[in-house]
């Protein structure tokens, strides 16, 4: 869109009018390049989830589902975190079906900080959540990672200084888009703690909680002492079963959070994808060893592009989780964007720059992210296309 197409969008919104994976995108449409910028995978999930989405369309299951999500799913979401976390939800009061992460993100922020509040974000951040923030009203304050051996760890001291008075929210995201950071139990400690101290809700990211490497572990806030009361999980199929498109995801939490969630959500879509809920629910229950290979494959895959980027003399952070990895382009720019700008064109891959992610670009201006949840053809033509960098 042109810059002057913005006029009209109300001013909250005006910073949101056009997103880096669009721009990048459409250079690496136009320049024939591997595209490495956006993370969405190129291969299908589990081929029975699919074929149980198809049967429920051949069912009849396409009117309206009720507005929490059909049963079978919010069941099986319950089960498979009582599972896996050793917590039960209750999946009438404390589970609700939305359609994707996405919108469990923005109902939250609508149905549980007035306008005027203050919400604390950790940069780098997933785009979605200042927008979320801006559409809320509300205002936001950041905290930040920062660079640890070659990892990223939650700088603790700017976390502290984010909160205020006049805080109701801290959003956090581990596994973390875009450094491919998970965050260590006691960073997770560090946050419960400031939580509890401040009275804040916490809205747990926790997308990408199958996809951690190399046996790191996936640390939930809301499992430490005194944080289940204040805690909305969000989580999705979307990365775990390779299904961006289906828009399938959900919030849990303490019935009284769920409640405003679902508040504002009832309004915004209703519902989500019928005929998607049956098909994610079989999922959850019969598809954790495809979970697993799929976890090997993207670690696999990961090994492949650091090496690579390495070789090709970048210095490539450690992504113990996710489908991104960070590498530092000092020594070929100092500039990330205008570096993923010129990528598609003179080497024929597109790349997204870090600082894009946040409010303050300084620490990340050269640091660029890689997806790498690619076919291993597609990772190896980038990686031969690369070697000219
Ligand atoms: C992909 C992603 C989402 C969005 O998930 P959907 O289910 O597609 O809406 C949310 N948070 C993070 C960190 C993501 O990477």
Not at 74 to 84: K, L, P, Q, T, V
Not at 277 to 284: D, E, I
Request: proline content about 5%; hydrophobic content about 45%.
């Amino acid at each position: 869109m042109g810059t002057g197409d913005a006029e009209r969008t109300v001013a909250r919104l005006r910073p949101f009018a056009s997103t880096i994976f669009a721009e990048m995108t459409e250079l690496a449409v136009a320049h024939n390049a591997v595209n490495l910028g956006q993370g969405f995978p190129d291969t299908d999930g589990p081929a029975q989830m699919l074929e149980v989405a198809r049967q429920a369309i051949a069912d009849g299951l396409n009117q309206y589902p009720p507005g929490s999500g059909m049963p079978v799913l919010r069941e099986a979401i319950s089960r498979d975190r009582a599972r896996r976390y050793g917590r039960e939800y209750d999946p009438d009061s404390q589970v609700l079906v939305t359609v994707g992460a996405t919108e469990a993100i923005s109902a939250a922020l609508l149905g549980l900080v007035e306008a005027g509040d203050e919400v604390v974000l950790i940069e780098p951040y997933y785009d979605s959540y200042a927008a979320a923030v801006a559409m809320a009203g509300a205002q936001r304050r950041t905290a930040r990672l920062v660079r640890d051996g070659d990892g990223f760890a939650l700088d603790h001291d700017s976390l502290r200084a984010a909160i205020t008075p006049r805080t109701r929210m801290l959003v956090l995201n581990s596994p973390h888009n875009p450094t491919g950071a998970v965050l260590s139990a006691t960073d997770i400690e560090t946050v419960a703690a400031l939580a509890i101290e401040h009275d804040l809700v916490v809205l747990s990211d926790e997308v990408y909680e199958h996809l951690v490497f190399d046996g790191h572990q996936h640390h939930s806030v809301s499992m430490l002492p005194g944080m289940f009361e204040r805690t909305i999980v969000v989580s999705s199929a979307a990365k775990t079963f390779s299904v961006t498109g289906w828009k399938t995801g959900w919030a849990l939490g303490p019935a009284d959070l769920i409640a405003a969630v679902r508040t504002a959500k009832q309004f915004m879509t209703f519902v989500a994808g019928g005929p998607f809920q049956p098909a994610v629910a079989y999922a959850l229950d019969n598809e954790q060893q495809w979970i697993a290979d799929s976890r090997k494959q993207l670690q696999a895959n990961r090994d492949l592009l650091t090496a690579a980027l390495r070789g090709h003399g970048l210095d490539v952070h450690r992504s113990d989780g996710t489908y991104f990895l960070c590498a530092d382009i000092v020594a070929a720019s100092a500039d990330g964007l205008e570096f993923c700008r010129w990528l598609p064109q003179h080497i024929g891959v597109a790349a997204v720059p870090v600082s894009v992610f946040t409010d303050n670009p300084g620490p990340w201006k050269s640091l660029v992210r890689f997806a790498f949840c690619k076919q291993e053809h597609v990772l190896t033509e980038a990686v031969r296309r690369l070697a000219r960098l």
